[in-house]
C-alpha cells in the first residue's frame, strides 16, 4: 500500500483580529471546538487469566491489576461490556510444568486461553475478544518462538503459530493479534484461518512492536521474566531509534492481510502513531504498555498525580497522535471516569 501525503497547514490569521482565545472562553465552546474525542469505545482491555478457580492474584508490579481465573474474569469483563468497553485482549499465565522449548501448549485445544474465550465468548458473548499469536507465555525460555542454534528460527515459528491461530479461532475468538514480529506471519496465518472457514476473524496486527524496556511488568504478570532472564528480543522486535522501518513494517502486514495494526509500546512512541496513520490510513491502534500503567498508577498512588484528570489526559494523547483505539489496562478506570463526567 502506498503511503498518503499528509494535509497541508492550514493559512494562519495575525493577533489581534485572530484571538486564539476566544474559543476557549467557555466550557461550552471548547466542547464544540475539540478535536478528538474519548470514550468507552475507544478502549481495548488487556486481562490475565489464570488456571483454577476463585482466585484473583494481583501483580506486584502493577498495582489494582490481578491475575484471575476464567470464573472471576467472567464477572468483571461483564463489567466491562456494561461500560461500553467492546473488547478485551486476554493473555494467559501458563504454569511452568506446561511451558517447553516448543510452546507445544499454545497448539492444544483445550489450553487455558482456549477455555478462557469459549467461557467468556458464551457468557459475555456482546464483547470482542482478542488473543495474541506469539510463543512467549509458552516457552520455557520466554521467546516468542522456537529457537535453534542460539536463533529464533522465523519460519519453523510460524508454522506453530498458524496452528495457535487456528485453535483459539475453533475456540471463538473474535480477532488474532500476531505480537511474534517473525516475518511472513500475517499472510501464513491469513491463509490457514481462510482456509478452515474462519475467514470473518480478524487479525490485529503488531505491526510495530519495538524491543522495549516498559515490557517487564506485563513479562512479571505472565511469570515469563524468568525464563527470559538476560537474554532480550532485539534480533525480532524492532530498534527504538527506527520509524522508517516502522512504515516497512506495516505495509508489509497490511500487504499480507492484517485488518488493523498496532504500534507497542504507546506514549514514548506516539511519533511512530502519527507516521503511520498519516501513511496509510487504516485502522491504527496502540499499546499502552505494563510500565506505562506502573509509572503513572505508581505515581497516582503516592499522591503525586491527580489520577482524575492524568488517566484521561495520557489516554488523548493517543488519539490526538492518530490512534482509533488504544488497549490500556486503566479501561475499566477510564470507562468509569468517562461515564461520570
Known sequence: MSPRKPSATPALGTYPVT???????????????????????????????????????????MPEVFRQTVDTLVDTIGEAAELGIPAVALFPVI??????????????????????IRTVKAQVPEIGVVVDVALDPFTDHGHDGVIRDGYVANDETVEILCRQALVQAQAGC??????????????????????????HVRILSYAAKYASAFYGPFREALGSANSLGAADKKTYQMDPANTDEALREVALDLEEGADMVMVKPGMP?????????????????????????????????NGWLDGDRVILEALMAFKRAGADGVLSYFAVDAAKRLKSG
Open 19 to 61: 484571538r486564539m482565545r476566544r474559543n476557549r472562553y467557555d466550557a461550552w465552546t471548547r466542547a464544540l471546538v475539540r478535536e478528538n474525542t474519548l470514550t468507552a469505545h475507544d478502549f481495548i482491555w488487556p486481562v490475565f487469566v489464570q488456571e483454577g478457580r476463585g482466585k484473583r492474584t494481583p501483580v506486584d508490579a
Open 269 to 301: 512512541y506516539l511519533d511512530v502513531v502519527r507516521r503511520v496513520k498519516d501513511a496509510f490510513g487504516v485502522p491504527t491502534f496502540a499499546y499502552q504498555v505494563s510500565g506505562e500503567y506502573a509509572m503513572l498508577k505508581g505515581a497516582i498512588l
Open 95 to 116: 504454569p511452568p510444568e506446561k511451558k517447553d522449548g516448543e510452546g507445544t501448549e499454545a497448539m492444544r485445544g483445550e489450553n487455558l486461553v482456549c477455555e478462557a
Open 174 to 199: 473474535d480477532v488474532i493479534a500476531p505480537s511474534d514480529m517473525m516475518d511472513g506471519r500475517v499472510a501464513a496465518i491469513r491463509r490457514t484461518l481462510d482456509a478452515n472457514g474462519f475467514d
